[in-house]
């Protein structure tokens, strides 16, 4: 259904853990959001302002659904949805991952807004890599450097729940995703900003003053780490991450693979 409607929190008593409190099913909560056949309708056919309802609506129900067992990835770009996050509720809590070759600048950034929100938990991975694993085994990189410290942050927290800024618009094989996603792996993934289109995102970021990550004003469109990401012109705004490798403008596995393992094995 395409109807999104941020639905009222249940009465609580001041002194209810968030464990006690009563959780919807997960399939009314999964069926709220769009199927993919609405992505490309909505993304033309709302307005700026029906999108940030929208976009609060799902947050608003992960939280309720899920509570503490909800969680935001925060990659450090234009942060819209770790803002529209706050706006649903300042107990959200948050994870980071940063990387051996994540630019000073994003670090100095990082620095900002943890600070500001000490509730956001930075994971890496220093395990011993080559110098250029980036360049001559870019999948081998992302995974250890990357993939593993987000499974390693949503064990941590308890997730059950996670969102992330992903958009329909943005890139090759985003189009694929949905608001709400029940994973292979068990978690639910929710894309509250899915249906925005890149100028919203700094429409949004504008009005509420929201700090972004210094690197966009240098030209920078989607921000990876400093040697697999370049500046370039065009309408693909992933076309600058991993150029001359397999890995050109797609995915570092974060959003695509399981965070959850089996035995060690994905599901």
Known sequence: MSQVT????????????????????????LDRAAGAEELVPLADGLNFKEKVERSLAILDAAWCEFGDRFVVANSLGAGVVWHLAKRVSPDIRGFI????????????????VVARYPELKVYS???PLPDDVWRTDPDRCCERLKVEPARRAIEDLGAACWATGVRATSGRGRAASLEVE??????VKVNPILVWHEREVWQYAALNGVEVNPLYAEGYRSLGCAPCTRVVAGRDERAGRWIGTSKCGGEC??????????????I
Do not use: C, Q, W
């Not at 940063?98 to 900002?112: A, I, K, Q, S, W």
């Open 6 to 29: 941020v639905s009222e929190r249940p009465a609580e008593a001041p002194a209810e853990a968030p464990a006690e409190r009563t959780r919807r099913n997960h399939a009314a909560f």
């Open 97 to 112: 991952v940063v990387t051996r070759y994540t630019h000073p600048e994003t670090l100095e950034f990082m620095g900002r």
């Open 125 to 127: 991975n220093d395990e």
């Open 182 to 187: 029940l994973r292979t792996d068990g978690l």
């Open 253 to 266: 596995g974060i959003n695509t693979k399981p965070m959850k393992l089996t035995d060690g094995a994905g």
